[in-house]
């Protein structure tokens, strides 16, 4: 379960599948080998929430960590096979850890960092994990220990770790890099402002946009990060946001959707004028949830939590448009899942926090071809 302060969030795993034959939208539900033909997933081995997932170049997803439902940080990692819809176990983490950061590094390798672990409490350790070998090595340990942090890919190879709860669980405005090549980190400039549970994204003009998070406040405040120079600049005034998505559309502007407490606005950074501005609001206030930029350049955002809870409700973003649609739910309400995009177009659902705690059920979001 997420802690946020004074605040108090909820978690998440699930699995399922659905069908919209109107739209030609929706989740498909597992099934047995044989109906609905190569629509069919299965449930991950271990339910969890929290955890990491990442597409690896071999076209499978590799989900990692995460917490159980009592929250007790977890070592176990798991591959998705999109062929067969399958999970098999892989090699352990190293250290157990949730609320972590995962990122594709250019090599093929994955970058694990950080975290709650079940020791020290916030982790500075890191990992790589090897999809030839099946194995997880531990690389140079990050200068601050943190969770809740964002971790970003940048075009020189290079990973941006920014912000998050440091040892001491207190927001931290420290950023560094780690260095594939010499697997080692270094310090680089620090954020404005310190904070927790933010987003982080890459921009076509190579700086990062972190919008949000908490720092006692839910903040109301956005910074650019340019790696030529190693530094932060403030950059418009979006609205308060903890918990929401952010995400690239094909144009270049961010789109950043809901937040904490059932905030259903929506708004668009364009990153030419450094301005925000209010789009068409969600149908349902979420945080928690996930936000997928599809094939067609629409967004499909599913689940989360409101003052109910998990829900299972989705809807789809038309940056064209400016406009909402509620899509086909999915069949198990969750939050703290992750959502990936697979090479087939789908969108693979996985595990979060249900009704009744950590989920190891996924589905897949379809658009079918009419």
Known sequence: MARYSAIST?????????????AGLGFVYPCRAGS?????????????????????PNGMVLVAGGASTIGTPLTSAELFDPSNGIWNATGNLNTARSFHSAVLLLDGKVLVAGGLDSVNGTAGSAELYDSATGTWANTGAMNTPRSHHTATLLPNGK????????SSLVPTASAELYDPSSGT????????????????????????LVVGGLNGVVLASAELYDPSSGTWSVTGNPQ???SHTATLLPDGRVLV????????????????TGTWTATGSLAIGRYDHTATLLRNGKVLVAGGSTSRGSIADAEVFDSATGIWTTTVSLNTARQSHTATMLRNGRVLIAAGEGKTGALASAELFVRRKR
């Open 10 to 22: 909820v978690a998440r795993p699930a699995v399922v599948l659905l069908l919209l034959f109107g």
């Open 36 to 56: 609905l033909q190569d629509q069919v997933t299965g449930s991950l081995n271990v339910a969890r929430e929290e955890h990491t997932a990442t597409l690896l």
């Open 159 to 166: 990973v941006l770790v920014v912000g998050g709860d440091n």
């Open 185 to 208: 980190w270094e310090a680089t400039g620090n954020l404005k402002t310190a904070r927790i549970d933010h987003t982080a994204t890459l921009l076509t003009n190579g700086k990062v």
């Open 240 to 242: 308060p946001r903890l």
């Open 257 to 272: 959707a809901g937040g904490y407490n059932g905030v259903n606005t929506a708004e668009l950074y364009d990153p030419t």
